[in-house]
């Protein structure tokens, strides 16, 4: 091979040698733009997974919400917001306030055992019940069974004062009263199911409705309120009330005989 021949073979290697150098650096270039590109779209993403987060966690409840929504009052009900129910004849001169919270064990005993007895001295003029709902129950694990139910009872006892009763016993049934620790009355299907027991309501699709649309939410968190703010000093479910005086110093009364007792020497005053 000749020196010129020689020389410019050197040259074609070297100049391939450059040309596949150039190629490597544009693709290690092109590496590190999409790593960068791909480091930033995460770094994004994370950042907007964060503030998606921090936006749905600072979101109200729609229990929350509904305090601030217009309040539709049941029928049957009278004074601010539809808050206060009172159910007997007009000639009972006495009122046996009654509070209660749907999801409390202790209110579901008074009500099968007791609840018959209140009914009949309903029906008999001995007193006037007034119905007050509290929903404390749903505070201890974030439920809103108690306030759902509440809601349902709103949506009864737009039907009647005896449509509210009846469900409102059913509610409180060793058949359908879930244990307090089972949110059960969340779920509307079930609180339809409870009330299809009840003459009343069974297939009341305008009753269904108001269930499922929550019609009576906001009213719920205002009767929910009476109990919160009652200034009878009832802390807890049942409690009953008389003459703005807690009846049985303030303990459930759990007997038919201790409900007798307790009431009768109260309408005597």
Same mark, same amino acid.
């Given at each position: 091979?000749s020196?010129?021949?020689?020389? $410019?073979a050197?040259t074609?290697?070297?100049?391939? =040698?450059? +040309? #596949?150098?150039?190629?490597?650096?544009?693709?290690?270039?092109?590496?590190?733009?999409v +790593?960068?590109?791909?480091?930033?779209v995460?770094?994004?993403a +994370?950042?907007?997974? +964060?503030g /998606?987060?921090?936006v749905q966690?600072?979101k109200? $409840?729609?229990w @929350?919400?509904?305090?601030? #929504?217009?309040?539709?009052t049941?029928?049957n009900?009278?004074?601010?917001?539809g808050?206060?129910?009172?159910?007997?004849k007009?000639?009972?001169?006495?009122? =046996?306030?009654? /509070?209660?919270?749907?999801?409390?064990? *202790?209110?579901?005993?008074?009500?099968? $055992?007791v609840?018959?007895?209140?009914?009949?001295?309903?029906?008999?003029?001995?007193?006037?019940?007034?119905?007050?709902?509290a929903?404390?129950i749903?505070n201890?694990? &974030?439920?809103?069974g108690?306030? %759902?139910?509440?809601?349902a009872?709103?949506?009864?006892?737009?039907?009647?004062?005896k449509?509210?009763?009846?469900?409102?016993a059913? =509610? /409180?049934?060793?058949?359908?009263?879930?244990? #307090? $620790?089972?949110?059960k009355?969340?779920d509307?299907?079930?609180?339809?199911k409870?009330?299809?027991?009840?003459?009343?309501l069974?297939?009341?699709?305008?009753?269904?409705?108001? *269930?499922?649309?929550g019609?009576?939410?906001?009213?719920?968190? *205002?009767?929910?309120?009476?109990?919160d703010?009652?200034k @009878?000093?009832?802390?807890?479910?049942p !409690?009953?009330?008389m003459?703005?005086?807690?009846? %049985?110093? !303030? &303990?459930?009364?759990?007997?038919?005989?201790?409900?007798?007792?307790?009431? !009768?020497?109260?309408?005597?005053?």
């Amino acid at each position: 091979m000749s020196k010129r021949n020689s020389q $410019t073979a050197k040259t074609a290697a070297r100049e391939r =040698l450059r +040309i #596949e150098r150039e190629r490597e650096a544009k693709r290690a270039k092109t590496k590190r733009q999409v +790593i960068v590109a791909c480091s930033i779209v995460g770094v994004l993403a +994370i950042a907007g997974g +964060i503030g /998606y987060a921090v936006v749905q966690a600072n979101k109200p $409840t729609h229990w @929350e919400a509904v305090k601030d #929504e217009k309040v539709v009052t049941p029928a049957n009900t009278t004074g601010t917001d539809g808050t206060t129910v009172v159910i007997g004849k007009a000639s009972a001169k006495k009122t =046996l306030k009654i /509070y209660e919270d749907p999801r409390c064990p *202790v209110c579901a005993q008074f009500e099968q $055992t007791v609840g018959p007895t209140v009914k009949k001295d309903i029906d008999d003029g001995k007193f006037k019940m007034q119905f007050v709902g509290a929903t404390f129950i749903d505070n201890k694990d &974030n439920g809103e069974g108690s306030k %759902n139910a509440l809601s349902a009872l709103g949506a009864a006892l737009n039907v009647s004062d005896k449509a509210f009763l009846d469900y409102k016993a059913a =509610l /409180y049934s060793a058949k359908y009263h879930p244990d #307090e $620790t089972t949110d059960k009355f969340k779920d509307d299907s079930y609180l339809v199911k409870v009330a299809d027991t009840v003459p009343e309501l069974k297939g009341n699709k305008k009753f269904q409705d108001a *269930v499922e649309k929550g019609t009576y939410d906001a009213w719920a968190m *205002v009767m929910s309120k009476t109990f919160d703010d009652n200034k @009878e000093g009832v802390q807890g479910t049942p !409690g009953f009330v008389m003459d703005g005086k807690q009846l %049985n110093g !303030g &303990n459930p009364l759990m007997t038919v005989d201790d409900f007798n007792k307790v009431v !009768g020497e109260a309408l005597k005053k």
